[in-house]
C-alpha cells in the first residue's frame, strides 16, 4: 500500500504532493517504507559480505560462517527484526484499514446527522408559519365573533343604566310627592330675637331633639309619630330597609315603635312586638314614640321608660340621617348635632332643592361591567362646575336614589367591587347609633342640670317675699 495513500489517524489527511504531511504522526507514516527498505537493503549487504568472506576463507571459513550464522539467528538484536517485521507491518495495515473503515462510517453518520437536522429545521419553519397564519386566522375570528357581542353588550348596558337612572328618578318623585302629600314645608321663626328654620309635617312641627326638654309632651308625641310615618313610607318607595326597623301603630300598639338595629327584622322579635305592651319581650326590645309627660319630669319620675324613649327618638333621627346618607347627603360630617335637626335633613333630602348638586358625598363606583364614561355619567352626577377634571378625576356626586337594597346594580349592602355602598355606609362616624344616644342622653341632662339652678318653684317666690 502507498503510505501516501494512508490517512492520518490524528488528523484525517492525506499526504499531497505540495505538502506531504501536517504532522508528525504523517511523517512517521511517510518515511515508514522508506524505512524497510533501507533495513532490507542492510540485510542483503551484510548476507552478501559473509557470503564473500565465507567463500576467501574456505570450507572453514564456511564452517565459521555457519555457525555464526547460527548464532546469528538465534540473537535477536539481528534475527527478531527480520523475521517479525512482516507480521507487524500487517497488523498495522489491518488497524489502519479499520481505522479507515470506522471514519468513513462516521463522515457518513455526520453526514445524515446534518441532512436530518436540516430537514426538521425546516419542518418546523413550515409548523412554525402554519401556527402564525392559524393564531391570525384566529384573532381575525375572535374580532368577527366579539365585536358584535361587546355592541350588544354596551346596549344592552346603555339601556340598563338608563332604566337604573329612571328608577331612582321614580323613587325620589314618589318620595317628593309623599312629602307634599304630608304637608313638608320650611318656615322661618323668631326666638329671642334671632330668626331660625322651623320645619313642619302637616302643620305639625318637626321636633328637634335639642329641644325635647322643652317641648309639649303631646306635640312631641304627634310629632315623632308623623315622622316615623313619613319616614317608612320614604324607605319603602325609595327600596332601602332601614337599620334601626320602625314598627306602624297597629290595634294593639297604638303609637309607632322603633327596635334597635341587632333586633331589627327578626321574626321572633317582630311577633313578640305585635302581641301588646304587656309582653315582657316587647317592652324589652321596643322603643315607643310616646310621651305622657314633660321629658324632665319623666327622669324623674321613671328612668327606664326615659332612656327608651330618648332612645326611640335617637334612633328615629339617626334612622333618617342614615336614610340622608345613603342618598349621599352629608349629615353628621361636622358635629353630631346635625343629626337631631330631623327636619332640616328631611327638608335636604325631599324638600324642593335649588341645587342639584348640594352637599352630596362624593363617592367612586367600580362597576363590574365597567360601563362607558357616557353611561356612567348618567349614573353619577358630574360637576360642571369644575374647571380642572383632574383635580378629582374618580369621584362623583352620589345621585338621589343610586343606592338601594331593591335593585342589583349598587346594592347598597354589597361591596364596592360589586357595585354596592356598603364601604361608602361604613365610612360614616355615626354608623353605630350608641355613641349617638349616649351624646343625646348627655346633652339632655346637662340641660336639666342647668335648667334646676336657674328655676324657682312658686311657693319659694312666696317664702322669699314674705321674709
Not at 488497524?95 to 430537514?119: G, I
Not at 331612582?168 to 320650611?186: N, P, Q
Not at 322643652?214 to 315622622?227: E, F, K, L, M, N
Not at 349592602?413 to 354596592?420: C, K, M, R, T, V
Request: with cysteine.
Amino acid at each position: 500500500m502507498d503510505p501516501a495513500q494512508i490517512l492520518c489517524q490524528l488528523c484525517a489527511r492525506k499526504a499531497e504532493d505540495d505538502v506531504p504531511f501536517y504532522c508528525c504522526a504523517c511523517a512517521q507514516n511517510l518515511l515508514y517504507e522508506s524505512r524497510i527498505q533501507i533495513a532490507g537493503a542492510l540485510l542483503s549487504k551484510e548476507t552478501a559480505y559473509r557470503g564473500a568472506e565465507t567463500a576467501i576463507k574456505g570450507n572453514i571459513g564456511l564452517q565459521s560462517t555457519a555457525d555464526r550464522g547460527v548464532a546469528t539467528k538465534s540473537d535477536p538484536r539481528h534475527a527478531a527484526p527480520v523475521e517479525h517485521q512482516p507480521t507487524e507491518y500487517g497488523a498495522f495495515t489491518q488497524r489502519t484499514n479499520r481505522s479507515l473503515s470506522e471514519s468513513s462510517k462516521l463522515r457518513e453518520e455526520l453526514v445524515n446527522t446534518k441532512a436530518e437536522v436540516t430537514r426538521k429545521k425546516a419542518t418546523l419553519a413550515r409548523r412554525k408559519d402554519a401556527l402564525q397564519s392559524a393564531q391570525q386566522e384566529l384573532v381575525r375570528q375572535e374580532k368577527a365573533i366579539l365585536e358584535p357581542l361587546n355592541d350588544s353588550v354596551k346596549q344592552a348596558e346603555a339601556k340598563w343604566n338608563a332604566v337604573h337612572v329612571r328608577t331612582s328618578d321614580v323613587r325620589m318623585f314618589l318620595c317628593k310627592e309623599i312629602a307634599s302629600l304630608y304637608g313638608l314645608l320650611a318656615r322661618k321663626r323668631r326666638r329671642g330675637g334671632e330668626g331660625h328654620d322651623e320645619y313642619l309635617l302637616g302643620q305639625i312641627p318637626i321636633i328637634d331633639l335639642r329641644d325635647l326638654n322643652s317641648g309639649d309632651p303631646h306635640q312631641i308625641t304627634a310629632s315623632v309619630g308623623r315622622t316615623a310615618h313619613f319616614v317608612y313610607l320614604a324607605a319603602h318607595y325609595l327600596s332601602i330597609r332601614l337599620p334601626a326597623e320602625i314598627l306602624l301603630p297597629s290595634p294593639s300598639h297604638p303609637h309607632a315603635s322603633v327596635l334597635p338595629p341587632l333586633s331589627s327584622y327578626k321574626e321572633a322579635t317582630l311577633a313578640n312586638c305585635m302581641q301588646g305592651a304587656e309582653t315582657q319581650g316587647a317592652t324589652a326590645l321596643q322603643r315607643v314614640l310616646y310621651l305622657d309627660r314633660p321629658l324632665s319630669l319623666l327622669a324623674s319620675d321613671d328612668q327606664v321608660s326615659y332612656s327608651l324613649f330618648v332612645d326611640a327618638v335617637t334612633l328615629l333621627a339617626w334612622d333618617v340621617a342614615w336614610l340622608a346618607r345613603a342618598q349621599g347627603l352629608e349629615v353628621g360630617i361636622g358635629h353630631w348635632e346635625e343629626i337631631c335637626a330631623v327636619g332640616k335633613t328631611l327638608w335636604s333630602l325631599f324638600g324642593p332643592s335649588e341645587e342639584p348638586h348640594g352637599n352630596r358625598a362624593a363617592y367612586t363606583v367600580n362597576f363590574r361591567t365597567r360601563p362607558s364614561e357616557s353611561s356612567r355619567s348618567h349614573l353619577l352626577m358630574s360637576e360642571a362646575d369644575e374647571t380642572s377634571p383632574e383635580s378629582q378625576p374618580s369621584k362623583n356626586p352620589i345621585r338621589p336614589g343610586f343606592f338601594s337594597h331593591g335593585s342589583a346594580r349598587t346594592f347598597l349592602s354589597a361591596s364596592e367591587s360589586l357595585d354596592g355602598g356598603a364601604e361608602f355606609m361604613r365610612a360614616w362616624q355615626f354608623a353605630n347609633p350608641l355613641r349617638l344616644v349616649e351624646k343625646i342622653k348627655g346633652a339632655l341632662a346637662s340641660e336639666r342640670m342647668g335648667a334646676e339652678w336657674e328655676l324657682l318653684e312658686k311657693e319659694e317666690w312666696i317664702d322669699n317675699a314674705g321674709t
